[in-house]
């Protein structure tokens, strides 16, 4: 199912790929892996943020916690979306919906997708900070099965508090990253112009995630891929999860904890 | 010569122009020249207004720990280069020669006022204390020391974030330390942060907000975001005063503001809390 050697495009084409429009979101991998879904709204203090969308859903014969941050196709639901740039709220949602799982015993599967958590006045006052830190302490902690997928852009912060999990897995052409390659080239380049550049060093594909070890595989993608043409990577998508959860939902919730906790400590590189 | 002369700036103060030998600071509150060397090695502050400038960590070490009671460990930590990425190699150099310090952390256990406690001080005249995977790992280590032997762990922040010249590595030590610092406080043990002028980015948004409790330095600027990103990403021009420490204090972000003077004092009575018997309580949860 999984493929290791994600053929030969350039980082920034990646990017790029990452970024359009008609890619598959969250809502349209929703639609194709689920069913009987119903969607949990609201973080039940200060709104619901569209940015990230929860719910309950059958994956097969198995209910399961649906994370998912969606960036919009239209104009008017890119708006609603904030673009996929999550608020406070849609963390503190999402932390709402991981604490159901764990009691239920369902697992997660979290559809990674934003340009980075928002940057913006009310995000900061409402600590954003604060809440992907507890975010992470959750996905850290949760006693239940975590599989993460990412599907388009894997923007820093903001992606990493959804990408805390047993598996971690990913589209051939998303990306991984600390930093946007716009960001990197116009701090480290001073020339914004210069994001393909900045693109190949930060390393942020999936092969280069791979041969790290952070990421356990790697989904790929037909040719013209998109929410129109799907079908064949929703499959593979299922595939994925399907063998994750068989061997998943047979360890003990606190073995699963530990191991989850092992992986990353065990990621060393100096 | 002072080892920090390229950097110099804070919240409330900046560096001014360079006259004859002596590197000078100008303070941007009450605008006096100041001999960086003096300052430095002082209280970090403007003896004339008293605003702050950004404290090396071993001046900070000797000013709030018993004296001589700091043991570092895995001083020697060094980062390589695991991205190959362009001129890292060059500037980490750089920053060795003139922080005269291998990383952006030292960690080690000290007293204050004779409680023990696991300590770890980042300091932003290294690479702006940015987080890599040698920032990471340290304070996956401390945290593992302070469980393994029962130890409350104080981290004073300071970082502009997750460091990009380690690309996603530096962003998977968010995860790392979190989880490190999840198994200590799982364990019933204090984790006290202290969040100094800069915390910002990757840092923010994992260990410096695990906390049990959240102490900052007056004026500190504090957020997930820089404010020059906030304004260019979203057109917004700024409130006064936001993201700094009032700012978070009003907004009930964190705990209290704490002067540096009075710091050590502060440190010692929470700790004093969390060390009485009570703290044998059965009911705890241990992994």
């Known amino acids: ?270 | 010569m002072n080892l920090f002369s390229e950097q110099i700036e804070s919240a409330s103060a900046e560096r001014g122009p360079s006259s004859g030998t002596l590197d000078m600071l100008r303070c941007s509150r009450c605008g006096r020249d100041l001999v960086a060397e003096v300052v430095l090695a002082g209280d970090a502050a403007c003896p004339y207004c008293g605003a702050l400038f950004r404290q090396p960590a071993y001046r900070r070490i000797e000013a709030i720990v018993d004296s001589g009671s700091f043991i570092e460990i895995e001083r020697e930590a060094e980062a390589g280069d695991p991205l190959s990425f362009p001129g890292y190699r060059t500037k980490l150099e750089k920053e060795r020669a003139k922080s005269k310090m291998q990383e952006g952390v030292a960690i080690g256990k000290a007293t204050i006022k004779g409680l023990r406690t696991a300590l770890a001080i980042m300091d932003s005249y290294f690479m702006m204390g940015s987080m890599g995977t040698v920032v990471g790992e340290k304070i996956v280590i401390l945290a593992e020391f302070a469980l393994v032997n029962r130890l409350p762990l104080i981290i004073f922040c300071a970082s502009g974030g997750a460091r990009m010249q380690e690309g996603v590595l530096s962003l998977m030590q968010m995860s790392r330390t979190t989880i490190a610092l999840a198994r200590h406080s799982a364990a019933g043990l204090l984790h006290i942060n202290v969040l100094t002028h800069p915390t910002t980015g990757g840092v923010t948004a994992s260990f410096a907000m695990q906390g049990d409790i959240t102490l900052a330095e007056p004026g500190a600027l504090i957020g997930f975001a820089g404010p020059r990103v906030i304004e260019q990403t979203v057109g917004e021009s700024l409130p006064d005063g936001f993201q700094t420490a009032e700012y978070l204090y009003e907004h009930g972000l964190i705990d209290r503001i704490v002067e540096r003077n009075n710091m050590r004092e502060t440190l010692a009575s929470l700790l004093a809390l969390h060390t009485t018997e009570h703290n044998a309580a059965p009911n705890r949860e241990e992994r």
């Open chain 1, 1 to 270: 199912m999984l493929h290791a050697n994600p053929g030969t495009r350039s980082a920034w084409e990646r990017v790029m790929n990452a970024r359009k429009e008609d890619r598959p979101q969250a809502r349209d991998y929703i639609e194709k892996l689920f069913h009987g879904v119903f969607e949990v709204r609201g973080d039940q203090c200060m709104g619901d943020d569209e940015a990230i969308v929860t719910a309950i859903a059958w994956f097969e014969t198995c209910p399961v916690t649906v994370i998912g941050q969606q960036k919009g196709h239209t104009l008017e639901e890119r708006m609603r979306c904030n673009f996929g740039m999550p608020s406070p709220e849609g963390y503190r949602k999402s932390m709402r919906a991981l604490r159901q799982a764990e009691k239920f015993g369902r697992p997660v599967i979290c559809l990674v997708d934003t340009p980075g958590a928002f940057c913006g006045v009310e995000a900061e006052a409402k600590g954003q900070g604060r809440v992907i830190a507890e975010h992470l302490r959750a996905m850290a902690t949760v006693r239940t099965p975590c599989i993460s997928i990412i599907i388009g852009e894997g923007g820093s912060g903001g992606a990493l508090a959804l990408s805390l999990a047993d598996r971690l897995i990913m589209l051939e052409n998303s990306y991984f990253s600390v930093i946007s390659p716009e960001g990197a080239a116009s701090i480290l380049f001073k020339d914004s112009s210069l994001a393909s550049e900045a693109a190949k060093n930060l390393k942020l594909t999936a092969g280069d995630l791979k041969r790290f070890g952070i990421v356990d595989g790697i989904i790929r993608e037909p040719q013209g891929y998109s929410r129109f043409h799907m079908d064949e990577s929703a499959e593979a998508v299922k595939k994925a999860i399907r063998s994750a959860l068989k061997r998943l939902s047979h360890v003990p919730p606190e073995r699963l904890v530990e191991q989850r906790q092992e992986k990353y400590l065990n990621m060393r590189w100096y």
